[in-house]
């Protein structure tokens, strides 16, 4: 299965998405002009690798998202529940949401996804402040 990996731009997230290492990352801005659009290749890879997965697998999850505009949002609980549903079903997979300790709505907003998965959730302070 290829890797996947898409530029970040100032309105949109740096995207690497490696089956070899089972590390799925999105880092940066969300605001892009259409969400779904943006976010359709990445639902695509992350079905066709998640249907591949080996449940010994440990899959990690990394999210450094500083703003998430609300069709945005949409589509990362989409991915989400994509990611929830295959670690319901057995699969080793645990969630970094790394935020700046200093904007509360960060935090808000990861806890907010957090309420809502079963999924090991980590929320993070950014260390890079």
Not at 93 to 105: G, H, M, R, V
Request: aromatic share 12%.
């Amino acid at each position: 299965m290829n890797r996947l990996h898409i530029e970040g731009t100032k309105s949109t997230p740096t995207v690497t998405l490696d089956s070899e290492k089972n590390v799925l990352s999105l880092q940066g801005q969300s605001y892009p002009e259409n969400a779904f659009k943006f976010y359709e290749p990445i639902f695509r890879w992350v079905d066709d690798y998640l249907e591949k997965l080996n449940t010994d697998a440990l899959v990690q999850i990394d999210f450094n998202l500083p703003y998430i505009n609300t069709s945005s949002s949409k589509c990362i609980m989409m991915l989400l529940e994509k990611l929830d549903k295959a670690y319901l079903s057995g699969n080793n997979i645990t969630l970094n949401w790394y935020y700046n300790e200093d904007n509360e709505s960060e935090l808000e907003c990861a806890e907010e996804f957090k309420e809502d998965l079963g999924l090991p959730f980590n929320i993070i302070v950014r260390e890079d402040q």
